[in-house]
């Protein structure tokens, strides 16, 4: 009995002489599928509401007899509507600018308030016409349609205008989201928010400057914390927030108060301090930088730059902690370097902020980034000439199994510091860079790969990777998007694409549904 005791003694003591980090225990993981939300903008292909005006462009400015877009400054109000048009002027903006017809045809609703003209061209053209009221035409297979705004009255200008998709005149005010959207991602367990707040480069600090229900469009700062709120509700998903780095204090907690009142109280939230802080790349890593070398932590931007994080997201933290009263329907995110778990372990240790952290993410892509010019890795030239075959032998063979360790480097960092490990972002990153992507045989060539069978496979065992290897919440990037030469990141490519012919597609719905996730698997 007294060795027993003095074990246990002995045992404690040495506990206790350790760093805490080193005696920290992770929580169990459950793995189950997020996903990252196309941005607003007018080319967005996934179509989330049925007022195609929500993303409209900002005002294009035109003059009698000027250039295409060379006309005076437009006077507009706080939410982005035109006052008033100088003589021989208006303003336009393009709608659902999608080619070979992948939205909806038929007669759309146009409503608005105020006095004033508007007219359409392009693939749209007006039928009916009512004062506040227009029923325009549109064929989509001619492309998008630009709306007109040719008159305006300063004393009541035209605003809260409205596009609405045949079909939903009647309900879009209660149901703004479209049914297919809806749909498409039912059982999802999280909506990562990172490009509806366009969070890179975001230039919002203050409360005044956030987005609002009454924008003319959310393309310009973003989609507003209440209509987020709004979808997680309807589809019972978490939500995961990315807090502007220019916010300040009164933001995040003015934030944090809509959030509570909002959200079903069943409901997570995830809370990131911006996105990819660690990555050169965007505007938001060099500001971090500068901030860190400011207060001192550090005289490398990088290096100053993973300390800021640590220590501006600890305060947006306490924030929201103070609000919501404790951190039970809270997840702290720090978010690193999916390759490099030393910049994890620099962030996670700066001023203890794992301590105040719920979760380490990461990116764990399955990286196949291809130069133009190089001398240590195979260049766009040698992939273009590659089979589809060749590209995705490449994929299974080298580059999940490397994705894979780099999920199980993390998952150490993570146990170190009693953190689960979560994915901001995940999936397929077969891309050109440094010139590369300008090689058009290698774009097509990882187009034809994304639709091929296998990437299925692949995506099966990418899965089954990250939830061997500890992984929990994982969020894809990104939901439905158009390829280009800048990537092939959208699990389906347009609204109206048959889910089933996307293998990839199927894939990720079928693990979600594994994971116990009921989500509607393609038929």
């Known amino acids: 009995m007294r060795k027993t005791v003095l074990a246990c003694l002995l045992i404690a003591a040495f506990a206790a002489a350790l760093p805490q980090e080193a005696c920290a225990q992770a929580p169990a993981a459950k793995p189950r599928l997020g996903m990252n939300l196309e941005g607003p903008c007018d080319w967005n292909t996934e179509l989330p509401f049925v007022d195609v005006f929500r993303f409209s462009r900002t005002w294009i400015s035109q ?3 000027a250039a295409w877009g060379k006309g005076p400054e437009l006077a ?70 630009f709306l007109q705004l040719r008159a305006t009255d300063p004393a009541d200008p035209v605003r809260n205008i409205r596009v609405i998709m045949p079909g939903f005149e009647e309900t879009y005010a209660k149901q703004p989201f479209h049914p297919g959207f809806l749909a498409r991602w ?24 956030r987005p609002k229900p009454d924008d003319a469009s959310y393309a310009v700062r973003g989609i507003p914390v209440e209509v987020m709120a709004d979808l997680c509700n309807r589809q019972k998903a978490d939500a995961w927030f990315c807090m502007p780095h220019l916010a300040d204090d009164d933001y995040v907690r003015r934030f944090a108060e809509t959030v509570k009142a909002k959200l079903d109280p069943d409901l997570k939230v995830y809370i ?43 305060q947006v933290f306490r924030i929201w902690e103070e609000v919501f009263g404790g951190r039970q329907r809270l997840v702290r995110v ?73 999920i199980r480097k993390q998952k150490a960092v993570a146990d170190k510091y009693g953190l689960r490990l979560v994915a901001y972002e ?67 490519q347009y609204a109206d694409e048959p889910p089933a012919q996307s293998p990839k597609f199927v894939a990720t719905l079928s693990w979600a549904a594994q994971c116990g996730q009921p989500v509607n698997l393609p038929k």
Not at 451 to 459: D, L
Request: glycine share 10%.
């Open 426 to 492: 995940a999936g397929q990153h077969m891309v050109g860079v440094g010139g590369g992507e300008n090689n058009e045989a290698m774009t097509r060539l990882f187009h034809a790969a994304n639709v091929h069978p296998r990437m299925g496979e692949i995506y099966r065992d990418y899965f089954a990777a990250w939830a061997a290897g500890g992984g929990d919440l994982l969020c894809n990037f990104a939901s439905v998007g158009k390829w280009s030469k800048w990537g092939s990141w959208g699990l389906l």
């Open 186 to 209: 039912r059982g999802i367990a999280c909506f990562r928010f990172m490009d509806w707040m366009k969070t890179n480069g975001s230039k919002v600090g203050t409360w005044a400057e």
């Open 76 to 145: 507009l109000d706080e939410r982005g509507w035109v006052r008033r048009l100088d003589p021989d002027c208006w303003a336009e903006t393009p709608l659902c600018t999608i080619e070979k017809g992948h939205y909806p045809s038929g007669r759309y609703t146009v409503l608005y308030e105020g006095k004033g003209e508007l007219a359409f061209a392009g693939a749209a053209s007006v039928a009916e016409k009512q004062p506040n009221r227009l029923i325009i035409q549109v064929d989509a297979a001619k492309g998008g349609f």
């Open 272 to 314: 990131e301090y911006s996105n990819e802080l660690w990555n050169g790349m965007f505007a938001q890593s060099k500001w971090a930088g500068e901030q860190g070398i400011k207060l001192g932590f550090a005289k490398q931007p990088w290096e100053a730059g993973w300390a800021f994080t640590a220590y501006r997201s600890a």
């Open 63 to 65: 003059k009698k007899g």
């Open 334 to 406: 720090l978010a690193s370097q999916a390759a490099n778990p030393y910049v994890s372990e620099r962030i996670l240790k700066f001023q203890e902020a794992y301590k105040q952290a719920d979760a380490l993410a990461i990116a764990p892509y399955m990286g196949f980034c291809v130069p133009a010019k190089s001398d240590k890795q195979v260049t766009a030239e040698a992939v273009a000439a590659w089979s589809v075959e060749q590209a995705l032998d490449h994929m299974a063979k080298k580059v999940l199994p490397e994705s894979a360790e780099m």
